[in-house]
């Protein structure tokens, strides 16, 4: 294997791996160890190290994939390890957080794939197998949220779509197919238990991979459910004919959207199994789109290496009392950590449905107009807001622009997240102390 596709492979099963491992580790009886490397302010152990290399070769073993000799593997496995570290140490910089809510509901998931009736019943579970088991566990999830929500954050606003951008691909072919509003496709589904465990979930994505292998040479849906058919992981398909995009869940529209005629879709985890997609045609719409929007403002307080999150929480607070007696925009225009808006006075137009946050939106839905919400929390910091008016409004155009910056952004996304963890690693201090060659 060369070392490019076996990068590849680690970085999209690592992750995966070390949280699995986690239900194995007993972080109470972590005893002082070899230091392998230093990252920051912190450290890897080569116990550490080395339950990561053991998950790794499970999920490539699971995978059906060679596994690379153990100089290499250890070299990638500890270019991850150390990675994610840089980015952990970045989190406790800016202060990004998880809260109790999110949390609980990521391990609930978890929970439920292993069977447990509830939080308590799978605590219990993986205490009596090593005690402390569930708080590693939780400590482990609650490192990955954070990461993600960082990545989410930070990757996101380097994308960058002008308005030219989008014009130019609603001009083009491409963009006039892919934004028409209803599509031809090819379905297909690998079933999962309810209780699936994490090698049911794996050996179903390996079907799932082989169903969108298939389907790339073929639109004969029967014939490629037949071909991989299994009792342990039922395959189900249809062609669904033409679907009108606003009936279909918006993950699934933003996959598809995204595909050229005749492509497939990687395969989508749902709750039901993992699916995979083939768009066989698109055609246009005359339906119009009338929504409720909301003239909004808000004040936004970012956590960051100078505003710890207690103190932005604690800002927003006194700037919500302050809201009642003062000027809404000239408190934002001054206090606001959103450049978008704050020398607008806060000002973020008419919101329409989706987009915002589900926080923020949760929270603009609830709030009267001409009255300020309390203060509220999403991933990018504590928020106030004021709702000015409201009205319905025809957003046809502004929604085809709203689905050709979606695609365009999801374009860039891939590209800038490889761009910004180079970045991490670079203007990270790493000092390797095994003599483990790192790239």
């Not at 920051?40 to 790794?56: F, G, K, P, T």
Request: aromatic content about 4%; charged content about 25%; glycine content about 4%.
């Amino acid at each position: 294997m060369k070392p490019y596709f076996m990068r590849q492979t680690i970085k999209s099963t690592l992750l995966a791996a070390l949280l699995a491992s986690s239900f194995m580790v007993n972080a109470a009886q972590e005893t002082l160890d070899k230091v392998v490397a230093v990252v920051d302010n912190s450290i890897i152990l080569e116990s550490e190290l080395d339950r990561a290399i053991v998950a790794a070769k499970q999920q490539l073993t699971q995978r059906n994939q060679s596994i690379p000799p153990d100089n290499l593997l250890r070299s990638e496995v500890l270019r991850q390890v150390i990675l994610k570290r840089a980015q952990l140490e970045r989190v406790k910089r800016l202060g990004v957080t998880i809260d109790e809510a999110s949390l609980n509901a990521a391990v609930a998931e978890i929970a439920k794939q292993e069977g447990a009736s509830s939080l308590a019943d799978f605590q219990a579970k993986l205490d009596a197998r090593t005690p402390g088991n569930y708080a590693a566990l939780r400590r482990q999830i609650s490192d990955d949220l954070s990461v993600n929500r960082l990545r989410q954050q930070q990757v996101s606003s380097r994308i960058k779509v002008s308005d030219q951008d989008i014009d130019n691909f609603l001009n083009s072919p491409q963009g006039k197919s892919s934004l028409n509003s209803e599509v031809h496709v090819a379905h297909l589904r690998v079933a999962l238990p309810e209780n699936a465990s994490a090698t049911q979930i794996q050996a179903a994505e390996n079907v799932a991979n082989k169903l969108r292998t298939d389907l790339q040479a073929s639109n004969d849906v029967d014939a490629v459910v037949k071909r991989n058919q299994s009792a342990s992981y039922p395959v189900e398909g249809a062609d669904m004919g033409w679907r009108n995009t606003e009936e279909m869940p918006d993950e699934l529209v933003a996959k598809v959207n995204a595909l050229d005629l005749n492509q497939v879709t990687l395969p989508i985890r749902a709750a039901d199994g993992f699916h995979v997609l083939k768009l066989l045609e698109r055609r246009g719409s005359e339906a119009r789109t009338i929504v409720q929007q909301f003239k909004v403002r808000h004040i936004l307080l970012r956590p960051s290496e100078v505003l710890s999150p207690s103190d932005a929480e604690q800002q927003i607070n006194q700037l919500y009392k302050r809201a009642g007696t003062e000027n809404f925009a000239d408190l934002a225009s001054t206090f606001s950590s959103d450049p978008g808006s704050a020398s607008n006075g806060g000002d973020l137009g008419w919101v329409s449905p989706g987009m915002m946050v589900p926080q923020f939106e949760e929270v603009m839905r609830k709030t009267p107009v001409g009255q300020i919400s309390k203060p509220f929390q999403t991933q990018y910091g504590w928020h106030i807001l004021k709702v000015e008016d409201t009205r319905q409004q025809d957003v046809t155009e502004q929604t085809r622009r709203s689905k050709a910056r979606q695609v365009l952004a999801e374009r860039q996304f891939e590209q800038e997240l490889d761009n910004w963890m180079r970045e991490v690693r670079a203007e990270s201090f790493v000092e390797i102390k095994d003599g483990t060659p790192v790239n």
